[in-house]
């Protein structure tokens, strides 16, 4: 809360860790700190989860891409973590069916297909069903009946919350065995000889300014990891390659269950259409960058594109009007410091990487997705061991806690059923909730599940909206973050309109 939210951070014994950066490796990394026993500060100079790790598309899939180009170790790898997650998260995360379509004229032969399933199967030891062909299926009522025959059936792992919700149950876990996360908090980091890493914090919602101390720091800033490093004066042997995802928000058709993946014919890539909620999610584009700066938002040749690919494939046409809501994300991908930049980001693999400092006892991270978050964290708690070993005795507890107050909100399903959020107030006293964009976007998925990130098409829901604003900032504060709000619904509107 508001004057009390930097207290716990103050104290003459330093952390035995300091993470920077809570996307979802940060928070994977720091429930796994804490349960090993390690005393663990978690920052972020922005909410939790509000870089990449809120622009997926909502899969943790187990790397079938990677078997066009052989990297056969990654696919092995993805797949084992996709079904440890599904294992060891539980309500987060669940076994998906999925279906992809080969295309009847100009795509892969369905042979080709079949026989990568077939082997994507077996190097994930066969723990999910094997691939089936399927002719007759619900969401044949999307598609464009020329362009299609068979589906063909596979198995992978989607999220049942969204992608920055799991974050934060990880981060509330770590919470609950003894660690320490603030949000909104800018961090000043240096050196301190022989006493590891002081560490200058400003909140920003509350103005308070004190200095922290650890003995080690963890660079898991994500896309920001290269400058991040570099700042602090950090050795490191790798780099980032820069690649920008957009999705497109559409409204759900009622047949709409399975995952569906549609083959583009370009650089051997494909576009899925994830069903989450009242909406699908169609995407994503796959667009390099030099600039971290350049992809922070969605552009309009992004959402022709997608427009266009949807096109070619659902049989009813979709305009920019139709669309409810866009996610856009930067892909990290790791790459050696020397290598030469690659024709397309998808002949990179999505592994991490892993760079120790030991003069600095620090460590960045390079790389990372959903799928090997906990992966990452293990090996990531393994190599800070050997300069930081944990003080304390090994906590096991991952217990969730009871489930959180729900709030039948005046949001409806297609079928007239009120959409279910916790509720504002849990959101706000337990769960880091500081600002109506926090709870829009991060905390529920009003902003994109409702148009005009939750003000409702034709501003129907803007009454509802400033009481929300009400809760986090108070009477005084609400109609500016409603201001702010109807700003950035106004220039998401301008983008699509424009499309």
Excluded at 61 to 74: A, C
Excluded at 92 to 120: D, Q
Aim: hydrophobic share 40%.
């Amino acid at each position: 809360m508001p004057g009390t939210r930097c207290e716990s951070t103050e104290s003459t014994d330093p952390f035995d860790v300091a993470i920077l950066g809570a996307g979802i490796t940060g928070a994977a990394l720091f429930r796994e700190l804490v349960s090993r026993g390690h005393r663990v500060l978690l920052i972020d100079r922005a909410d939790f989860a509000a870089g990449t790790s809120q622009a997926s598309g909502m899969l943790a899939w187990g790397g079938l891409l990677y078997l066009r180009n052989l990297h056969l170790r990654s696919v092995i790898e993805l797949s084992r973590e996709r079904d440890r997650l599904i294992e060891e998260v539980g309500e987060p995360a669940s076994t998906a069916r999925f279906r992809y379509l080969p295309l009847r004229h100009g795509g892969r032969p369905r042979w080709m297909v079949r026989l990568a399933l077939e082997l994507y199967w077996l190097l994930g030891s066969c723990r999910r069903a094997r691939c089936y062909g399927e002719r007759d299926f619900a969401e044949r009522a999307l598609l464009k009946a020329e362009c299609f025959g068979d589906s063909l059936v596979y198995e992978e792992a989607a999220l049942d919350v969204s992608d920055a919700r799991l974050a934060l149950e990880w981060i509330l876990a770590a919470e609950r065995m003894g660690g320490i996360a603030r949000n909104h908090c800018e961090v000043q980091p240096s050196r301190d000889p022989g006493n590891g890493w002081a560490l200058d914090l400003r909140d920003h919602l509350t103005g308070e300014e004190h200095t922290a101390r650890a003995s080690f720091l963890v660079n898991a800033t994500g896309v920001w990891a290269d400058r991040t490093a570099q700042a602090l004066g950090l050795a490191t042997h790798h780099r980032h390659v820069l690649s920008k995802g957009v999705y497109l928000g559409l409204p759900r058709h009622p047949a709409h269950r399975d995952f569906l993946g549609f083959e583009m014919g370009q650089h051997g890539d494909s576009q899925t259409f994830t069903p989450w909620g009242p909406i699908a999610l169609w995407g994503p584009t796959e667009t390099g960058l030099e600039r971290i700066e350049d992809g922070l938002e969605p552009a309009v040749d992004d959402v022709r594109f997608l427009l266009d690919q949807a096109n070619r494939n659902l049989r009813d046409p979709i305009h920019g009007e139709d669309v409810v809501s866009l996610r856009c994300g930067i892909r990290p991908l790791a790459v050696k410091r020397s290598a030469h930049a690659p024709g397309h980001s998808l002949d990179l693999s999505r592994r991490h990487a892993l760079d120790l400092d030991r003069e600095a006892r620090a460590l960045t991270i390079f790389g990372g997705k959903i799928t090997s978050s906990q992966a990452t964290a293990r090996e990531a708690a393994n190599r800070i061991r050997s300069l930081q070993p944990p003080p304390c005795a090994t906590r096991q507890s991952h217990a969730r806690t009871a489930p959180a107050p729900m709030w039948s909100s005046p949001y409806r399903n297609p079928d007239g059923t009120p959409l279910r959020f916790v509720a504002p107030e849990h959101a706000r006293n337990h769960e880091h909730c500081a600002t109506l964009w926090d709870y829009l976007r991060r905390r529920t998925e009003i902003a994109q599940w409702v148009p005009n990130l939750g003000l409702g098409r034709h501003q129907e829901h803007r009454d509802t909206v400033r009481a929300l604003a009400i809760t986090f900032h108070g009477e005084d504060g609400a109609d500016v973050a409603l201001a702010e709000l109807t700003a950035r619904a106004t220039a998401q509107a301008t983008l699509l309109a424009k499309a």
